[in-house]
Nanobody, 126 residues
Framework: QVQMVESGGGLVQPGGSLRLSCAAS????????IGWFRQAPGKEREGVSC????????YYIDSVKGRFTISRDNAKNTVYLQMNDLKPEDTAVYYC???????????????????WGQGTQVTVSS
């Protein structure tokens, strides 16, 4: 069964850190670019970050630059999102998804992504 599984979410205080993981099963991630998206209550899903197939290119939305770091370990078939200095506005369900041929002007478009995980909740609150 082809699926993506996110983990690592939870409740954290402002300024805290979390590391999200996105693991693939039933296929290998090393032929895909991987994106992280999030959806806050009452808002549309938005692209947060993306990493190319071998990690040579990474993209971030402005609001997380300098705080979030995307990385991947193809040997472990896993992609990570290290989130530091978390803010209440980072509260959302976070999803990972696969794509191919990602580019700087298109990576945030969720329509190009195919396989999605079920999401993991991140709540930033004191």
């Amino acid at each position: 069964q082809v699926q993506m599984v996110e983990s690592g979410g939870g409740l954290v205080q402002p300024g805290g850190s979390l590391r999200l993981s996105c693991a693939a099963s039933g296929f290998t991630l090393d032929t895909y670019d991987i994106g992280w998206f999030r959806q806050a209550p009452g808002k549309e899903r938005e692209g947060v970050s993306c990493i190319s197939m071998w990690g040579g290119r990474t993209y971030y939305i402005d609001s997380v630059k300098g705080r979030f770091t995307i990385s991947r370990d193809n040997a472990k078939n896993t992609v990570y999102l290290q989130m530091n200095d978390l803010k209440p506005e980072d509260t959302a369900v976070y999803y990972c998804a696969t794509t191919r041929g990602v580019a700087s002007r298109t990576w945030k478009s969720e329509h190009q992504y195919t396989t999605w995980g079920q999401g993991t909740q991140v709540t930033v609150s004191s």
